[in-house]
């Protein structure tokens, strides 16, 4: 072979692996961001703002962070149970990411290092603290002090961490190295460790799982997204939502530990949410898929029977976020608009009614939007001027008006106004790793929304550069309706994303293959046949 044969393979070969770098690897931990400025627990809601993080609603374990006593401090006298209106967390800045679990909250700062307050029965916290069996009571110790904190308190041997997400009672990091790390309860083996204790209370890494981008953390259950565009999952799977064609736990519980499995057949995911009892993912192309618990209509198939594998919701495209109340779901669509679906009992889907659907459909009189929050009976958004908007259940005043009344339709948020014209800088660098050691129910109250804002209040939090990145709102679509029609005889199933970005790479890669192996089989045979003529002469 001569040089100029040589220098034609080597071509091909560097086009190959460059362009094979690009199809595998389409996306890093910093190329998705799942964060946003609000997320919402079982009874309270969270907003990050200027690195500070703002809480309002339930407060008798001390989820808000505000350090007033829970209700197992002989202090408590009631008067902090509630907070109708945001408050400030105390002693925490420079926080870019926030999450909340049922009675938990997690902050991710921007040196990498996670703080958490509030419930810490099962070690949620990682406090290496345990449940008190004697007393029978969540948040003990044994020596009978409170494990719980109403301040927040730094997760120990944690380091170098981008993503936070806070289930029921565990919680979940994602390392800069595509690693995930869990801690807190592990019944259902939803940590995905060697730990073997209900409540592990130091953090360790999630095993088999690698290349991870996003994470989220159901009721008992838990999701990544790696690089791929596929989904993970592991912990409990009752009611099919793990994904994976079954209803059987990836482990048996307690005693032995969960591997993530793949969620059958999704491909090109670029979003992940987990519900109570149900998950969900968005697609490149802007469809919804949904799997799990569909008992309200959650999944948004046009029924209420569970799913085992994901199925597509109905009618929707064009979305470009979602997210995963208790038993509803919703979905921002990039004209602005919200839709929702699944259960409405407490009017968390916010139009109007208390009836539960089965299908998506919009929130009247909502337009802006550019992020969105769900909790257990209640739901939240951010508007494009910087107002947070609420609906759904309020009996402990999680959605902000100052009253402990129910809304069916959007209410403001009072005394909470962000920014959004800096909501979407270039993600900041971590820094160099440092080095690891080792409820009632209410009746629905119709109530209309106002025509008039009143005057603007003092905009105490404002979002600047070290928020997280916000998909941006592209100019509305004309094409989108108010109704997405009546569901089809039957939902598809998933199918593999023939017409992914990934998949005409791979056909850039063929192409190439056979220009460059043909150009250098032309070569090739040249070259022979001007040795062989050499050679006769």
């Excluded at 120990?156 to 919680?171: P, T």
Aim: charged residues 10%; proline residues 6%; negative net charge.
């Amino acid at each position: 072979m001569n040089n100029t044969s040589k220098r034609l393979l080597g071509a091909l070969l560097m086009a190959c692996v460059i362009t094979g770098i690009i199809v595998v690897h389409p996306l890093t931990a910093s190329a998705v961001d799942s964060t946003t400025p609000l997320f919402a627990g079982d009874l309270h809601s969270l907003a990050l703002s200027d690195g500070t993080v703002w809480a309002w609603g339930l407060n008798t374990w001390g989820q808000l962070g505000d350090g007033s006593p829970n209700f197992l401090d002989p202090l408590y006298d009631g008067t902090t149970a509630f907070r109708f209106s945001p408050v400030k967390v105390s002693d925490l800045g420079d926080v870019r990411a926030i999450s909340a679990g049922s009675w938990h909250s997690l902050a991710l700062k921007g040196d990498g290092t996670v703080w958490s307050w509030g419930n810490n029965g099962n070690s949620q916290l990682s406090d290496d603290a345990v449940w008190n069996w004697s007393l029978g009571i969540a948040g003990f110790v044994s020596d009978g002090n409170t494990s719980g904190r109403s301040v927040p308190g730094q997760v120990s041997h944690l380091s170098d961490v981008v993503a936070v997400a806070a289930g029921h009672w565990h919680s979940l990091a994602l390392k800069g190295d595509g690693t995930v790390w869990s801690w807190g309860d592990n019944y259902y083996s939803q940590l995905g460790t060697n730990c073997t204790t209900q409540g592990c209370s130091v953090p360790g890494q999630v095993s088999g799982l690698n290349d991870v981008v996003s994470i989220a953390a159901g009721w008992y259950h838990s999701l990544a997204l790696k690089s791929d565009g596929t989904v993970w999952a592991w912990g409990s799977n009752s009611v099919g939502q793990l994904g994976d064609r079954t209803t059987t736990d990836t482990s048996i519980p307690i005693d032995r530990s969960s591997v993530p499995g793949q969620v059958f057949g999704l491909s090109d995911v670029v979003a992940i949410a987990a519900g109570d009892l149900h998950s969900l993912a968005l697609k490149g192309d802007g469809t919804v898929w949904a799997w799990g618990n569909n008992k309200y209509g959650q999944l948004g198939d046009g029924s209420t029977d569970p799913r085992s594998v994901p199925g597509q919701v109905f009618g929707l495209s064009d979305v470009v976020s979602i997210i995963a109340g208790a038993f509803h779901s919703l979905a921002l669509r990039g004209d602005g608009s919200v839709w929702v679906w699944g259960n409405n009992e407490l009017g968390q889907l916010g139009d109007g009614s208390a009836i539960d659907r089965s299908v998506p459909v919009k929130v009247p009189d909502l337009t802006d939007v550019i992020a969105l929050a769900a909790g257990w009976g209640h739901s939240l958004v951010l508007k494009s001027d910087g107002t947070v908007w609420a609906w759904g259940r309020n009996d402990s005043g999680q959605l902000g008006d100052g009253t402990n009344t129910n809304h069916n339709t959007p209410i403001r948020v009072l005394d909470l106004l962000l920014l959004t014209s800096t909501l979407a800088p270039t993600p900041t660098p971590m820094p160099t790793p440092i080095p690891t050691l080792s409820g009632s129910t209410s009746t629905s109250t119709s109530t209309p929304m106002p025509t008039s804002l009143g005057s603007t209040p003092t905009p105490a939090p404002i979002l600047t550069s070290s928020a997280p990145t916000l998909t941006p709102v592209p100019t509305p679509i004309s094409t989108v309706g108010m109704s997405l029609g009546s569901p089809p005889a039957s939902v598809p199933s998933v199918i593999s994303s023939g017409e992914s970005w990934r998949d005409t790479l791979l056909w850039v890669v063929l192409v190439l293959v056979v220009v460059f192996g043909v150009g250098f089989g032309v070569v090739f045979l040249r070259t022979k046949r001007n040795s062989v003529v050499f050679a006769r002469v």
